[in-house]
């Protein structure tokens, strides 16, 4: 048995998803029953401790006292900051995929290249073989 607690507006009303799910959205945030039933503990917590970050930052307690206070990561706390700047919330992980630059190691110099070479298991223990 399944419950109605809100109808959604059909995507063909809309020129795009995301404007579809702009609107699904707002619709479902005014819904505390839905939260509450679609949103574990966790995601509630999460949420809960983000709305807290911008409440300490809007009143202008520094970064480091909010870290502190709240037991946050300095990266959640830099990401809501960010938010608040209006980019939208990004959490470490998905800036992880774009925004941080990949480390590059400079370990292709030609003089300390090392020669290819595999093994090989014999009853005498492992017999290397180079191959060029």
Known sequence: MTRNLLSLPPTNQYS???EWERACWKKISESRELLELFTTSNERHNLV???AVAD???SGK???QIVEELHLSPQ????????LEGSGYRSYRERGKTGRKKKVYNSSHPSKKKPYRYYRRTKYGKVYMHHY
């Open 16 to 18: 795009s998803r995301k």
């Open 49 to 51: 401790m983000r709305a």
């Open 56 to 58: 300490r930052m809007n």
């Open 62 to 64: 520094k970064f480091v």
């Open 76 to 83: 959640t706390v830099s990401s809501i900051k960010k938010a």
